[in-house]
């Protein structure tokens, strides 16, 4: 199982303007998030999914859309980026059920708004 | 107020030495608590979690919960370079109901471990 991947690893995006961070995961997760890192911040919720075609706020859900529309895909999208934005981006994806059950993170985006 | 604080750090030790990494939280609801490991340009991996008050231990981990004051603890004995990461305290109401797993993360501690 390759878990959870995102792409792409780093971006570098003018203000003003859009993309979309990919996040798939292959472990048949109901539940799959969304945070942003930022230095000395520890880790917010943008948005979360508790299903296919079931999304909903988080923290921090301004400046940002998600679709699922998969069990396997979250993809996060970025409407007119603003400075704000940069940070690193997680994408995490948990089993619904037990308490416990571990969140999966990917590796990260990097993303630098200018 | 935060409902997570962790004190960031740095915190640099040298190997062989015992760590405490400290939080502590607000919100009375909070049931489950995890302490996650972060190396440098990965994602954060869970290292333990807890549930309610007590101490649960995993070979040189050991977490602890004190619900009474609030206070969330992780001890590393013997410290290792290979410990030498981002140390995120993390929180939960339930996992399922309507908080989802939805985590509350601390701001995080650096440790550096020294040969």
């Known amino acids: 199982n390759a878990g959870v991947t995102q792409t792409p690893k780093f971006r570098i995006l003018k203000i003003g303007q859009s993309m979309t961070l990919q996040c798939t995961q292959d472990m048949n997760h109901n539940y799959m998030y969304w945070y942003r890192q930022d230095p000395g911040m520890g880790l917010k919720l943008i948005y979360y999914?508790?299903?296919?075609?079931?999304?909903d706020k988080g923290e921090v859900p301004n400046g940002y859309n998600v679709s699922r529309s998969t069990t396997e895909d979250f993809p996060l999208r970025l409407e007119l980026a603003a400075p704000s934005q940069t940070s690193v981006y997680f994408c995490?994806?948990?089993?619904?059920?037990?308490?416990?059950?571990?969140?999966?993170f990917g590796p990260g985006t990097r993303l630098t708004v200018t | 107020q935060k409902e997570v604080e962790q004190d960031p750090g740095p915190l640099s030790v040298p190997e062989g030495a015992i760590v405490s990494l400290n939080c502590t939280y607000s919100?009375?609801?909070?049931?489950?608590f995890m302490w996650y490991r972060q190396y440098s340009r990965k994602g954060p991996e869970l290292l333990m979690y807890t549930y309610s008050s007590g101490n649960k231990e995993d070979g040189r981990f050991t977490a602890q919960v004190d619900k009474s004051s609030k206070y969330i603890s992780l001890f590393i004995r013997d410290s290792q370079p290979s410990d030498s990461a981002t140390y995120l305290c993390a929180t939960l109401v339930n996992a399922g109901g309507t908080s989802y797993g939805k985590l509350t993360f601390g701001q995080g501690t650096i440790l550096t471990v020294h040969p």
């Open positions: 995490a994806s948990r089993a619904s059920g037990l308490a416990g059950n571990e969140q999966y």
């Open positions: 999914s508790v299903g296919a075609g079931i999304t």
């Open positions: 919100n009375s609801a909070f049931q489950y």
